[in-house]
Nanobody, 124 residues
């Protein structure tokens, strides 16, 4: 069972950038598909980005394409989410998630393991 801890959230102005980190308690490469989700107050949990259990292929929500990059540092057991050109509508709690499935999924119910989340607030 993996434990996940997110960090890197904060307050940023519109157009700014943030780099979120998700530290896993164990090696995730080869074991877990990894993903980022977010949830704003009063809204459903929303898919942001994901990677399969192996390889470097990445997948993004349409709203994040072109301004977001997710990557995995195998040596550090860490998943990253670099977000650029942030908008006020990106304000949410961002969660890291892990699934034992081989392929990443945009459905949050596919993920059994979750971090506690990190708050991202984008001011206009």
């Amino acid at each position: 069972q993996v434990q996940l801890v997110e960090s890197g959230g904060g307050l940023v102005q519109a157009g700014g950038s943030l780099n979120l980190s998700c530290l896993a308690s164990t090696q995730t490469y080869g074991t877990y598909a990894m993903a980022w989700f977010r949830q704003a107050p009063g809204k459903e949990r929303e898919f942001v980005a994901a990677m399969h259990r192996v390889g470097r292929d990445t997948y993004y929500a349409d709203s994040m394409k072109g301004r977001t990059v997710t990557s995995r540092d195998r040596a550090k057991n860490t998943l990253y989410l670099q977000m650029n050109n942030l908008k006020p509508e990106d304000t949410a709690v961002y969660y890291c998630a892990a699934s034992t499935r081989f392929y990443a999924d945009s459905d949050y119910t596919a993920y059994a393991y979750w971090g506690q989340g990190t708050q991202v607030t984008v001011s206009s």
